[in-house]
């Protein structure tokens, strides 16, 4: 699966963006997405990501800000983020792993095996 993120750019603190990782190749259904972001001189976190089954996991700092969703017919994987501020300025990736309906929901960057390019969000405060 080939991944593209995109829809990031700049925002004033406290606006929203809905960031969309679009995939291409065959059954997009089967994987878990997760969203990752990386700020400069910072190592990179989980934001979020949706099992192919629909359960969701979010970091703590991005809880009740930030809601991740998927269109599988669309084959794109979106990230709402609300309530944005200076903290959440980074580039943000999304990644795919294919899962088993009863696999846990991969939460580590080193769990997943595709990667897209990122997608720069910045925030003036």
């Known amino acids: 699966v080939q991944l593209q993120a995109s829809g990031g750019g700049l925002v004033q603190a406290g606006g929203s963006l809905r960031l969309s990782c679009a995939a291409s190749?065959?059954?997009?259904?089967?994987?878990?997405i997760g969203w990752f972001r990386q700020a400069p001189g910072k190592e990179r976190e989980v934001v979020a990501a949706i099992h192919r089954g629909g359960a969701t996991y979010y970091a703590d700092s991005v809880k009740d800000r930030f809601t991740i969703s998927r269109d599988n017919d669309k084959k794109t994987v979106y990230l709402q983020m609300n309530s944005l501020g200076p903290e959440d300025a980074a580039v943000y990736s999304c990644?795919?792993?294919?899962?088993?309906?009863?696999?846990?929901?991969?939460?580590?960057?080193?769990?997943?095996?595709?990667w897209g390019q990122g997608t720069l969000v910045t925030v003036s405060s």
């Open positions: 990644a795919a792993k294919a899962v088993i309906l009863t696999a846990s929901l991969p939460a580590r960057a080193d769990d997943y095996v595709y």
């Open positions: 190749g065959p059954s997009f259904s089967r994987y878990a």
